[in-house]
């Protein structure tokens, strides 16, 4: 579980270099302050990753009425602060009760006195984020409206005070909140105008015109959606083909060799297609195998993830990569997708009660070898395993070890595994590789972490 620190202090999750010394300068207290703080840990082996507590100030959970959260940046000051926000030192000051001034940091949350934005802009008006160099007289020019009519819908807003970042609403038509049909929406970017756009999408202005009603050509905003007449992406794709999502540098002849067709193919099932006007986020089909919708009996469907191989798929699941190649026909092992499905051979893995951890059983396991590994009795795991057979393990059979923690071999460290915890960000995190982690850790399915569970890290 993640730690719970007490009140009057915060979460801090250690870095490379930190020790107490340098935290306790970092945050204004004391080496023996953060100890207490943190009864039972070793200052001497900190590690990255590892949450402690520091006592302190919490930071704001929500700001009063009239005020709204801001998080420091390199250079604030609450002199600069106030001049930016139109309030003064003294007035964050007393809705910041025991803020030092003298002791802004980077990241801190505080609350600055003034007016809220809005939550929601009223009918016939659009939210609008100030940028660097806006002023009420720009923006009135070109959204097509007057300084006062934005003022009128604004009560309060100050027009020499417009901050970077503010939101305000504009008075003006909404963008369409969905487009007819034969249409697709479109969201305008630097450089378009609706004749660079009607020559990409193969139609004219007009008749971008007629069912954009309102819409001025001569005042597009970057970020403005409009509708644009034309066919829509396919909503299902016929059997034996699978939807695909256009990506930076595709084209057709490129889609044709990564999945094993033709162009030609492509375009069948495609009509109306445009090879040379593919778009980033249009949605093709592509012809080839479907994944497979149930798998055979003595199989269960896994999802690839970033990272799958066929191999380590076997390693994990206790079977080869023949055995695989199998029971998917037509999969080519050297072109995984991320959200793929494909049938692993082998007992779908076990659901493990609350208390207990799953486990793959690997080549040699025996009941009494797994239970010193995870520091359990063989009685344990045999009344967590009803109806298991401790003479006849199979390799990637999946069983639970009740409550177990592993005794992690020499030139390793225990971990705890956290929320939101995956094998590779523990890799990542640890400075260490996959696959070394997954032999430090063998017959735990990295699938199937579970918070509070302790795995074993290589030095």
Do not use: W
């Amino acid at each position: 579980m993640a730690r719970q620190c007490p009140p009057g202090t915060t979460a801090y999750t250690v870095r490379a270099g930190d020790t107490f010394y340098e935290l306790a300068r970092r945050f204004n207290t004391t080496v023996a302050a953060i100890m207490a703080a943190n009864p039972g840990v070793n200052p001497n082996q900190l590690q990255i990753g590892q949450t402690i507590c520091i006592p302190g100030q919490q930071p704001p959970s929500t700001c009063p009425a009239g005020s709204m959260p801001y998080v420091i940046r390199a250079g604030d000051t609450l002199f600069a602060l106030a001049q930016r926000f139109n309030t003064t030192v003294n007035a964050i000051l007393a809705i910041n009760p025991g803020l030092d001034p003298n002791r802004l940091q980077i990241g801190q949350t505080i609350c600055i006195p003034g007016q809220q934005p809005p939550s929601t802009c009223p009918a016939g008006s659009t939210p609008y984020v100030i940028r660097a160099g806006d002023t009420l007289y720009v923006l009135a020019q070109r959204f097509n409206t007057t300084v006062n009519a934005i003022l009128a819908i604004n009560p309060g807003l100050d027009p020499n005070r417009l901050q970077i970042g503010q939101t305000i609403c504009i008075p003006g038509q909404q963008p369409p909140s969905t487009c007819p049909a034969g249409s697709t929406p479109y969201v305008i970017r630097a450089g378009d105008t609706l004749f660079a756009l009607a020559q990409r999408f193969n139609t004219t202005v007009n008749a971008i015109l007629a069912i954009n009603p309102g819409l001025d050509p001569n005042r597009l905003q970057i970020g403005q959606t409009i509708c644009i007449p034309g066919q829509q992406p396919p909503s299902t794709c016929p059997a034996g083909s699978t939807p695909y999502v256009i990506r930076a540098g595709d084209t057709l002849y490129v889609l044709a060799q990564r999945f094993n067709t033709t162009v030609n193919a492509i375009l069948a099932i495609n009509p109306g297609l445009d090879p040379n006007r593919l778009q980033i986020g249009q949605t093709i089909c592509i012809p080839g195998q479907q994944p497979p919708s149930t798998c055979p009996a003595n199989s269960f469907a896994y999802v690839i993830k970033a990272g799958d191989n066929l191999y380590m798929l076997a390693l994990r699941y206790g079977t080869t990569v023949d055995a695989i190649l199998a029971i998917n026909p037509g999969l080519d092992p050297n072109r995984l997708q991320i959200g793929q499905t494909i049938c692993i051979p082998g007992v779908p893995p076990t659901t493990c009660p609350p208390g207990s951890i799953t486990y793959t059983i690997q080549s040699g396991d025996t009941l009494f070898t797994i239970a010193t590994r995870y520091n359990v009795t063989v009685n344990a795991i045999l009344a967590a395993n009803p109806g298991l057979d401790p003479n006849n393990l199979r390799v990637g059979q999946i069983i639970c070890i009740p409550g177990g923690t592993p005794t992690c071999p020499p030139n390793t460290t225990s971990y705890t595994v956290k929320a939101g915890d995956t094998f590779f960000r523990i890799a990542r995190a640890h400075n260490v590789s996959l696959d070394a982690l997954l032999a430090a850790n063998p017959g735990i399915d990295p699938d199937r972490l579970q918070v509070g569970q302790v795995i074993c890290i290589p030095n």
